[in-house]
């Protein structure tokens, strides 16, 4: 999930490089032999930082780019560009601090561009870089075009999956296919592995030899397998809203919809003490409303300004994403009056991430980063689900799906009356696609290197902090915890507590004691 919900509309950044010859003398490039294919080429690249053009961005944020091999077992298959943004340090600089934000699927620019706030007291000591993941943004971004709409059509309806869930399951294996017509060469090489190494040739690129990192929710994935595969280069990392790395997507669509849940629940109690809450002044019934909401938005889906129709499953994935920070309720409250009262969806479509698909590129992309025009609408969840399903070794097979799928609508629905048929349709994604890998789940553990700090937050909705204490363990000693006892997704944004002690650790390698905490709504 995303680290952070942009508050601004996304936009897109242009960048620019230079690569230059710079020797390989001290740069601590991996060694080439016989058995590993050559990678120097990409390890002797050094930013062209420069304007970003093409962006309403502020003035003092700088875009760039590093060319990474479309393959890395095959570089002369293909490369791909991944477009950077940095904020410089104000100071003396010790180098970078690289942000992800999550997703899967979270375009860093944007993020940075219009976040950027709460990374300000970072450049002290160091300059704030972030990236379009592979696949993401501008960086040869992934879409399944007008197949994501049809499977949307067919999972949308609970009926049908009832009656001939087999017909669903051949819809959905159709979106896989589209989503590799409209993804381009990026799509057999996306997934946390490969963006893990184009960490390490962004860490060369920026001048770094250890790899400074604050990762959110998804990102604490992508760190942990860096620290995995290049022991050697771990800086000072800090993981923020930590994801798990073993279990299937099945439990952990539970547990988002068990967590949304309670988010939700916490978001009803508040809005029924204000009297313009569109669901009444009981939270008891204004729990039943919402799901009364969801089901005759289903059955009778609202037309919206851009010609389409906005239904109750497209309604919970904006409720959903606007629970991940308190700062959202009010403007949430207000979209939901305005859709109640007027059937004005305008205001819950703000919060929707790629409600809207539209053809994707043809696959004749050259790596180059690509246009903001040229990005798709449905980029987002189009790259949610294919990392994730890359990340994700299982594939049950159609007999096991239908076998297993009562059991399964039972639970989610137990789980979250309002979130659980919608995330019982996310894990159902990953059917028709190649199986993924297992390094995550076999390899991810036991780490010998620095000390790394891991925050988990009591009340996330979407990375709950069980997953904090599972993934510590397997990490072992080099896990630092600290216990954010508070609300909302991650520690960082919202918790100027977290915020001390990261920046502690980040600027002057001062840690917490393991299991030391951050009270709710603590100062200091």
Same mark, same amino acid.
């Given at each position: 999930m995303l680290g952070k919900l942009a508050?601004?509309?996304?936009?897109?950044?242009?960048?620019?490089?230079?690569?230059? #010859?710079?020797?390989?003398?001290?740069?601590?490039?991996?060694?080439? $032999?016989?058995?590993?294919?050559?990678?120097?080429?990409?390890?002797?690249? &050094?930013?062209?930082?420069?304007?970003?053009? *093409?962006? !309403?961005?502020?003035?003092?944020?700088?875009?760039? &780019?590093?060319?990474?091999?479309?393959?890395?077992?095959d570089p002369a298959a293909g490369t791909l560009d991944l477009a950077l943004a940095r904020y410089r340090a104000t100071g003396d600089s010790r180098g970078s601090?690289?942000?992800?934000?999550?997703?899967?699927? @979270?375009? @860093?620019? $944007?993020?940075?561009?219009?976040?950027?706030?709460?990374?300000?007291?970072?450049?002290? @000591?160091? !300059?704030?870089?972030?990236?379009?993941?592979? *696949?993401?943004?501008?960086?040869?971004p992934v879409s399944c075009g007008d197949g994501a709409e049809e499977t949307a059509d067919s999972t949308d309806d609970s009926t049908e999956l009832d009656a001939d869930p087999q017909a669903v399951l051949a819809e959905i294996r159709a979106t896989a296919a589209a989503c590799a017509k409209h993804s381009g060469p990026v799509l057999p090489h996306i997934g946390t592995v490969n963006a893990s190494r184009d960490l390490d040739v962004i860490r060369q690129a920026v001048g770094d030899k250890k790899l400074n990192y604050l990762g959110f929710s998804y990102g604490t994935r992508l760190g942990a397998v860096y620290a995995t595969q290049f022991p050697d280069k771990v800086g000072r990392m800090v993981l923020d809203g930590v994801d798990t790395?073993?279990?299937?997507?099945? /439990?952990?669509?539970v547990a988002g919809a068990k967590g949304q849940q309670t988010a939700l629940e916490g978001f009803i109690d508040w809005c029924a003490e204000d009297i313009g809450c569109p669901f009444g002044q009981d939270p008891r019934i204004a729990r039943e409303e919402v799901v009364r909401l969801v089901e005759s938005m289903d059955e009778d889906p609202v037309p919206t !300004?851009?010609?389409?129709?906005?239904?109750?499953? $497209?309604?919970? #994935?904006?409720?959903?994403?606007?629970?991940?920070?308190?700062?959202?309720?009010?403007?949430?409250?207000?979209?939901?009056?305005?859709?109640?009262? !007027?059937?004005d969806t305008r205001g819950v479509m703000g919060f929707a991430s790629g409600g809207v698909t539209v053809p994707g590129r043809n696959g004749d992309d050259d790596g180059g980063l690509v246009d903001a025009e040229d990005v798709p609408l449905d980029n987002l969840p189009a790259a949610l689900m294919a990392i994730n399903c890359a990340d994700d070794p299982d594939r049950p097979t159609a007999k096991d799906i239908t076998r297993n799928l009562d059991r399964l609508r039972a639970e989610y629905e137990r789980a979250s009356p309002v979130f659980g048929r919608y995330r019982l349709? /996310?894990?159902?994604?990953?059917?028709?696609?190649?199986?993924?890998?297992?390094?995550?789940?076999?390899?991810? &553990? $036991?780490?010998?290197?620095? &000390?790394?700090?891991?925050? *988990?937050t009591r009340g996330d909705p979407a990375t709950p902090y069980r997953w904090t204490m599972q993934t510590a363990r397997r990490l072992g000693p080099s896990a630092v915890v600290l216990d954010n006892r508070d609300e909302g997704h991650t520690g960082y944004a919202s918790s100027t507590c977290v915020h001390g002690k990261v920046d502690a650790f980040l600027l002057y390698g001062s840690l917490p004691a393991n299991g030391s905490s951050c009270a709710s709504g603590e100062d200091d």
């Open positions: 508050k601004r509309p996304a936009l897109r950044s242009l960048a620019v490089i230079s690569a230059t #010859g710079l020797t390989l003398l001290g740069l601590g490039l991996p060694a080439a $032999d016989d058995d590993e294919p050559d990678l120097t080429r990409f390890y002797r690249q &050094k930013v062209s930082w420069g304007r970003c053009e *093409g962006m !309403d961005a502020p003035k003092d944020l700088q875009c760039g &780019k590093v060319t990474v091999p479309l393959d890395y077992a601090v690289l942000l992800n934000f999550g997703g899967p699927g @979270g375009a @860093g620019i $944007d993020q940075l561009a219009y976040g950027g706030k709460d990374f300000m007291s970072l450049t002290d @000591g160091y !300059d704030v870089v972030t990236f379009d993941p592979r *696949g993401v943004g501008r960086s040869s790395l073993t279990e299937p997507l099945t /439990e952990q669509g !300004d851009f010609g389409d129709v906005f239904t109750g499953q $497209d309604l919970v #994935g904006a409720i959903g994403q606007a629970l991940y920070s308190e700062d959202l309720w009010p403007s949430l409250q207000r979209a939901l009056a305005s859709l109640v009262e !007027d059937g349709t /996310e894990v159902l994604m990953c059917y028709g696609r190649p199986k993924g890998t297992d390094f995550i789940r076999e390899k991810v &553990k $036991d780490l010998d290197g620095p &000390k790394m700090l891991l925050v *988990g």
